[in-house]
């Protein structure tokens, strides 16, 4: 009878168990400097999330997100993410774009060893061995900085030119692109650095123009990103222009305007791809008009690979015991063996690596295209290379 009471105690325990949803947390900066990746992030996962539930959940089990808007703030960043690994008991932390705040939520998934994806965080140093518990889903500094020289090279320019905030993203975008372009045999001629909140970029500017480059490279966040646009516009500098990802934002080409008309950006996001089309439709219909950029991508990409991992046996065998800290590190092996995993990024046919030792899942090869500014920074299109010379 002992027996028999035992069996259907635990049975109710593990029925118990199942019947828990799963909770994902995220943590990003929804306002902020940063307000539009850190949306746009969260937006994707809530969407990747609603999806699987629609469909029955993972294995049975629905989940659950718990959102936290980190403000830009390192230290409330890292406080949010305490919250989610300690309050929630959550099983994985997704977000983190800007550097800063990212690197501040490492510690936290490190120390409480739950699985942390870090979104479009770029410094290259991020996912350095050792990362037991954290992988980074977008690109890093040094692979936008390659696809850079090599469009800068195959186009035929010689004399390039950067500017750059003080931030860590806009310093070691700079310090990367710089590399890049030694290996290809490109000096840089000129290279300026200002402090994110000046009004006055014109001394800056006025010095690289001296400097006759024959493209300028420009590495900011949003606001101070279209103070430098507008700077070169009104100073009549006529090179052509490429800026970092942060010119994916639409604060960026909204508060620039005309001044961001023809300017490139590396983009991992192919517009062509019928998958991503399918995808920008439908976030599109939720969440109102977004231009194919890389930041809801790699949060859809991160969620629906968090949610793969979910399924599989180990981390289901210890869901089913109740034992979080079992999941959380079958999750992180599971994460693991994502060798090749295809989501919306690159193009067609290129795929997510990661291993035990790499847990920077974006590849260097088919990652990247080029998308140019137009319509008074309304746009993203394809751009015509033939026409991206040297002056």
């Not at 029955?56 to 305490?82: H, M, N, W």
């Not at 123009?209 to 070169?232: M, Q, S």
């Not at 995808?279 to 809801?296: I, K, M, S, V, W």
Request: proline share 7%.
């Amino acid at each position: 009878m002992r027996t028999a009471f035992a069996a259907a105690a635990f049975a109710c325990s593990v029925s118990a168990h199942a019947a828990e949803p799963v909770v994902i947390c995220s943590v990003d900066d929804r306002s902020g400097a940063a307000a539009d990746t850190g949306t746009q992030g969260y937006q994707a996962v809530q969407m990747a999330i609603d999806e699987a539930n629609a469909a029955g959940g993972v294995a049975g089990r629905k989940i659950k997100l718990v959102a936290y808007d980190g403000k830009t703030d390192p230290q409330l960043t890292a406080t949010f993410a305490s919250r989610c690994a300690e309050d929630d008991r959550a099983l994985i932390i997704i977000g983190g774009n800007p550097s800063a705040p990212a690197a501040a939520m490492i510690p936290i998934a490190t120390e409480n060893r739950i699985p942390y994806f870090m979104l479009s965080a770029g410094t290259d140093s991020l996912t350095d061995p050792p990362a037991p518990y954290h992988f980074r889903f977008g690109p890093a500094n040094r692979q936008d900085a390659a696809a850079i020289a090599d469009l800068l090279a195959k186009q035929g320019f010689k004399r390039p030119a950067i500017i750059n905030n003080s931030l860590p993203f806009g310093t070691d975008g700079a310090r990367a692109t710089t590399a890049a372009l030694k290996k290809k045999n490109i000096t840089v001629v000129a290279q300026q650095t200002y402090d994110v909140n000046a009004t006055d970029l014109s001394p800056q500017l006025t010095n690289l123009r001296e400097a006759k480059p024959d493209v300028l490279l420009v590495f900011p966040y949003a606001a101070d990103g279209a103070r430098v646009l507008r700077t070169a516009r009104q100073l009549n500098m006529s090179a052509p222009v490429i800026v970092s990802r942060s010119a994916l934002l639409d604060t960026l080409r909204r508060l620039a305007g005309a001044a961001s008309d023809g300017a490139l950006i590396p983009d991992t996001v192919d517009p062509a791809r019928p998958d991503v089309q399918k995808f920008f439709a439908d976030f599109n219909g939720r969440y109102g008009p977004h231009q194919p950029t890389l930041y809801p991508v790699i949060g859809y990409d991160a969620a629906k690979a968090a949610l793969q991992v979910i399924g599989t046996p180990p981390v289901q065998k210890a869901l089913d015991a109740g034992d979080l800290e079992a999941a959380r590190k079958a999750l992180r092996d599971g994460v693991e063996k994502l060798t090749q995993f295809k989501g919306l990024q690159g193009e067609q046919g290129a795929s997510y690596r990661f291993g035990p030792q790499q847990h920077h899942g974006s590849p260097d090869e088919k990652w990247y295209v080029f998308v140019e500014v137009a319509n008074d920074g309304a746009r993203l299109v394809k751009p015509d290379l033939a026409k991206f010379k040297p002056l």
